[in-house]
């Protein structure tokens, strides 16, 4: 489904375009994943529309069958957003510790706080963190939309499922220039 519209009080969240997870092997190239974020946080900030800037700094607590992750092996900056998103003060940036960004961080809250009804997701990974976030933003009620030219994913196959079979059903997708078209019709 093609990108309709905005609501008036729309959120950009931006997920994981941080220096640790953009060094790790195996993704594609992302000049446009980050030219695009960069394009949709720079029209949402002149709009004075929120932006959220999610980072990853640990792992939920269980087992699972990959190789147990030991994070104190990580350089210092690992956590620290790439200056490609050019964060601004006004920004708010949320700290998560599980594959969404909704879980623990207080997210909900905030943007319902600042009567958010919708929000436009970007990022990495396609199919962990943006779809995890997805998910959860649609469960907890907002419209969601879906910057697919925004995202990448170490898994090709995993990225096209997720942009092809689950985000069709959370919401609506479409290229970033899609959504600041669809602000520029607003202004």
């Known amino acids: 489904m093609a990108i309709t519209t905005l609501d008036k009080n729309t959120a950009l969240i ?17 000049d446009g994943v980050l030219s695009h974020s960069r394009a949709l946080a720079d029209a949402f900030r002149a709009r004075e529309l929120p932006v959220v800037l ?17 994070m104190s092996g990580l350089p210092a900056d690992w956590a ?4 490609e998103v050019n964060q601004q003060p006004q920004d708010h940036v949320v700290t998560k510790r599980t594959w ?62 997720s942009i092809m079979r689950i985000f069709p059903r959370l919401g609506e997708t479409g290229a970033a220039q899609d959504v600041i078209a669809l602000l520029d019709q607003r202004a």
């Open 54 to 70: 999610v980072n990853v700094a640990g792992a939920a607590p269980g087992r699972n069958e990959q190789a147990p992750r030991n």
């Open 100 to 161: 969404g960004a909704f879980t623990g961080t207080g997210l909900e809250q905030h943007l319902k706080s600042l009567g958010v009804t919708q929000v436009v997701l970007a990022g990495v990974a396609t199919s962990i963190g943006v779809e995890s976030t997805a998910r959860q933003a649609q469960e907890a009620g907002f419209h969601v939309t879906l910057a697919i030219d925004a995202m990448a994913d170490l898994n090709p196959d995993a990225h096209h499922n």
């Open 14 to 30: 931006i997920i994981d375009l941080q220096k640790g997870i953009l060094a790790l092997p195996g993704l594609p190239p992302l």
């Open 80 to 83: 620290e957003l790439v200056p």
